[in-house]
């Protein structure tokens, strides 16, 4: 016979551990299991919750330190590529999950464009004296596409017995920038104590302001102007200044008759503005026609110039 069952209080937390027995205890309704799987997952919700919201340097004691899910470093990786474009995973520490990120290829940080190298001399017994009795010159040019920059190497080794007093030894490095908005700049050094400067500008509406300064204390500053067409002819004009006073440039192209193009310009030294000093070109170039779609294979080129600081014939 069942032994007679005697009910005694117990707490909260025992309640959610004891079991009934199979004489005496009767099976618990469904909205009973309702409440205690709603306990259940309200309990997971609160601890879940207070982990994520709590900082990832932040020492948690008990248990709730090793239930964290924020990484402990930042990492990237990309999954593929293709054409132009590429996959990346990205995960940072603030972050509970990880990020992905459609972006078009980034350029290579730095890029080798252009080494090259040459030996100049007679063709005689100087060849033989390699390298000692050659003029010996190499360069190198090195990209930085992510930001827009350029820098050139270049090594000068003259022969050893040179006639010429200003050719020696010289290494000559150029760094070139190109900055959205405002503009591009230059700069040359060379071991010989030579240096130069220069920046480039574009004025809207206007044209290009350019300009340049050098170890000689040389400088140079001009502004390049198109104007609207006259008669199919477009006119260009650069006013510029230097060290020695005012000068300009202006040049007119255009066509003259079929595959006929003319080019006029005129201009003066600085300093010199008398009409008689002036410089003028002239040039006439005749192109064969080019077939559809294609460009001209041939040109015939004429040009002239009038000065009178030019030796008379």
């Not at 009767?26 to 299991?33: A, C, E, F, T, V």
């Not at 932040?58 to 990492?75: C, E, H, I, N, T």
């Not at 200003?166 to 920038?177: I, S, T, V």
Request: with cysteine.
């Amino acid at each position: 016979a069942c032994l007679p069952f005697v009910a005694t209080p117990v707490s909260m937390a025992a309640s959610l551990s004891c079991s009934h027995s199979c004489c005496g205890l009767s099976r618990p309704s469904s909205s009973q299991k309702k409440c205690s799987w709603f306990r259940v997952a309200a309990l997971v919700a609160l601890v879940s919750v207070s982990a994520l919201s709590l900082p990832s340097r932040q020492q948690v004691p008990g248990a709730l330190a090793s239930v964290s899910l924020r990484p402990r470093k930042s990492w990237s990786k990309m999954l593929f590529t293709y054409r132009d474009y590429e996959l990346v995973v990205r995960q940072r520490k603030a972050q509970v999950l990880p990020r992905f990120q459609l972006r078009k290829t980034p350029p290579a940080p730095i890029a080798l464009s252009v080494a090259s190298s040459g030996v100049e001399g007679p063709v005689d017994k100087s060849l033989a004296g390699f390298p000692f009795t050659t003029a010996n010159n190499a360069a190198i040019n090195l990209d930085f596409p992510r930001i827009s920059s350029c820098l050139r190497l270049r090594l000068q080794d003259p022969p050893a017995e040179s006639d010429l007093d200003d050719m020696q030894r010289a290494l000559e490095a150029c760094y070139e920038q190109s900055i959205s908005g405002i503009g591009e700049f230059a700069a040359n050094v060379k071991t010989t104590g030579e240096w130069a400067a220069s920046f480039k500008h574009e004025v809207e509406d206007i044209g290009d302001l350019s300009g340049s300064f050098n170890s000689q204390l040389d400088w140079n500053l001009a502004l390049d102007t198109t104007y609207p067409p006259i008669y199919g002819f477009v006119p260009t004009v650069t006013y510029g200044a230097t060290q020695d006073g005012m000068r300009f440039h202006a040049r007119a192209t255009g066509p003259l008759y079929t595959n006929l193009r003319g080019t006029y310009e005129i201009q003066n030294e600085p300093g010199k503005y008398s009409p008689a000093e002036f410089r003028q070109d002239a040039t006439l170039t005749f192109a064969s026609t080019p077939p559809k779609g294609g460009v001209a294979q041939q040109s015939l080129e004429l040009h002239g110039t009038y000065d009178r600081t030019l030796p008379k014939v």
